[in-house]
């Protein structure tokens, strides 16, 4: 017979009473009689391992996280579970096959939206025989998590080894603004707020992030410092993977660059298209139907992205890197123009007028460029035809700028 949600509630608000005076062994044999609920409810697993931890058995703390992680998994909470694979693997090194599990469980072949979860399991203790049930049940199904999805058993388990845990108390900044911004940090538990800087100087709260949240891509991608602060509102943990830990897995899976870069185009490009003058206008459904269609080209230091006078075909958007804007003056010196960053676009005037470039564009450094082929501006301005005038007013205004520019008068793009 399935256990009643009053009776778990009542059974868990009195385990958690016998707790708080020290009772571990009774607060876990109360646990216990509700165990079964666990694999609804994993956090009952999590917390008899955390009740075993303070009763000083770390082999039955293990036992209890290996049934957590692989509840949370199976359910789809893959950032839960990476987690408290963590946690067992602090506890006893040795258990590092827990994570190989974990990974046939949350691998992206067998974790697609609407399928039902797998049935494969994480060592530990084993479950009691299923009961008759007085009711059918919906099959649980896994949802999509944002990066992890993507991966296969290989990839994913390369990731979880990678990924480091940190703890943070209420009130503790993960980073400060100005800090580096290199790492990819996920929210396994707790919650935190991003604060920022207004004109006035003072703080204010940007966004709360809960459990599950994944954020700190933008600096991850660009390579740039914080633009804000983040810090737990209560007892919270981080998981975090560094820019140099995922390029030591690109060397030997080679697709997670692909993966990380239609994450980017999903979390990066979506928003700033979604505040670019020209794709503002356009839908969610739209953007998404475009970001499919983008692709991503390198360029090494000095090398020439464009040239002032011929067709052009793409127009860009910056990933990481900076470019050099220039023109010839009237007796043919090179001259800057401007300097371009991580998330400026360029080139559109080319690509909706089929005019000839009116600069030429360098690459300052290693550069990744998302590019825009003619036919994605084609369809906009099809599907949007108010998009038309916009594109008529920037190409007047940095048109006039580029013949400006000649004579210092003026900075254009392209």
């Known amino acids: 017979m399935a256990l009643d949600p009053g009776i778990v509630s009542t059974a868990k608000e009195r385990a958690e009473g016998l707790f708080a005076r020290g009772m571990y062994s009774e607060a876990l044999a109360t646990y216990e009689k509700i165990k079964a609920y666990g694999e609804k409810d994993p956090r009952i697993f999590l917390r008899m391992?955390?009740?075993?931890?303070?009763?000083?058995?770390?082999?039955?703390?293990?036992?209890?996280?290996?049934?957590?992680?692989?509840?949370?998994?199976?359910?789809?909470?893959?950032?839960?579970?990476?987690?408290?694979?963590?946690?067992?693997?602090?506890?006893?090194?040795?258990?590092?096959?827990?994570?190989?599990?974990?990974?046939?469980?949350?691998?992206?072949?067998?974790?697609?939206?609407?399928?039902?979860?797998?049935?494969?399991?994480?060592?530990?203790?084993?479950?009691?025989a299923p009961q008759p049930q007085e009711r059918h049940e919906p099959p649980v199904t896994v949802p999509k998590t944002p990066l992890f999805s993507d991966f296969n058993e290989a990839e994913f388990l390369e990731v979880v080894r990678k990924v480091r845990s940190k703890a943070l108390k209420d009130g503790e900044y993960l980073f400060r603004e100005g800090d580096p911004g290199d790492s990819i940090f996920l929210v396994a538990e707790g919650e935190v707020e991003v604060e920022g800087r207004a004109k006035d100087s003072s703080r204010v709260k940007l966004a709360t992030l809960k459990e599950g949240s994944i954020f700190g891509e933008f600096g991850f991608f660009s390579g740039s410092r914080r633009t804000s602060d983040v810090r737990a509102v209560k007892d919270s943990v981080i998981l975090e993977i560094t820019k140099a830990e995922i390029e030591e897995i690109i060397r030997t899976h080679e697709r997670v660059s692909i993966i990380l870069f239609n994450f980017?185009?999903?979390?990066?490009?979506?928003?700033?298209?979604?505040?670019?003058?020209?794709?503002?206008?356009?839908?969610?459904?739209?953007?998404?139907?475009?970001?499919?269609?983008?692709?991503?080209?390198?360029?090494?230091?000095?090398?020439?992205?464009?040239?002032?006078?011929?067709?052009?075909?793409?127009?860009?958007?910056?990933?990481?890197?900076?470019?050099?804007?220039?023109?010839?003056?009237?007796?043919?010196?090179?001259?800057?123009?401007?300097?371009?960053?991580?998330?400026?676009?360029?080139?559109?005037?080319?690509?909706?007028?089929?005019?000839?470039?009116?600069?030429?564009?360098?690459?300052?450094?290693?550069?990744?460029?998302?590019?825009?082929?003619?036919?994605?501006?084609?369809?906009?301005?099809?599907?949007?035809?108010?998009?038309?005038?916009?594109?008529?007013?920037?190409?007047?205004?940095?048109?006039?700028?580029?013949?400006?520019?000649?004579?210092?008068?003026?900075?254009?793009?392209?």
């Open 49 to 128: 391992g955390d009740i075993a931890r303070k009763d000083n058995d770390d082999k039955a703390a293990v036992n209890h996280y290996k049934s957590a992680a692989g509840a949370f998994g199976r359910l789809g909470f893959v950032i839960k579970a990476i987690a408290v694979c963590k946690m067992i693997i602090n506890i006893d090194p040795t258990e590092e096959a827990v994570q190989k599990k974990l990974a046939e469980l949350c691998a992206g072949e067998r974790q697609t939206e609407g399928h039902q979860a797998p049935t494969a399991r994480l060592s530990g203790p084993e479950p009691k």
């Open 264 to 414: 980017y185009k999903e979390r990066v490009v979506d928003r700033l298209m979604a505040l670019s003058e020209i794709f503002k206008p356009l839908s969610a459904e739209d953007r998404k139907e475009i970001l499919g269609r983008l692709t991503l080209k390198r360029f090494d230091k000095g090398a020439s992205i464009a040239k002032e006078g011929e067709r052009g075909d793409t127009m860009y958007l910056i990933k990481s890197g900076a470019v050099q804007v220039w023109v010839k003056d009237k007796k043919g010196a090179a001259k800057t123009v401007a300097t371009l960053s991580e998330g400026d676009f360029f080139g559109e005037i080319a690509l909706a007028t089929s005019r000839p470039r009116v600069a030429s564009v360098t690459a300052l450094q290693d550069t990744e460029l998302v590019e825009f082929g003619r036919s994605i501006i084609k369809d906009v301005l099809g599907r949007y035809p108010e998009i038309k005038g916009v594109l008529e007013r920037v190409i007047r205004e940095r048109v006039t700028g580029a013949a400006r520019a000649r004579d210092a008068e003026n900075v254009p793009l392209l």
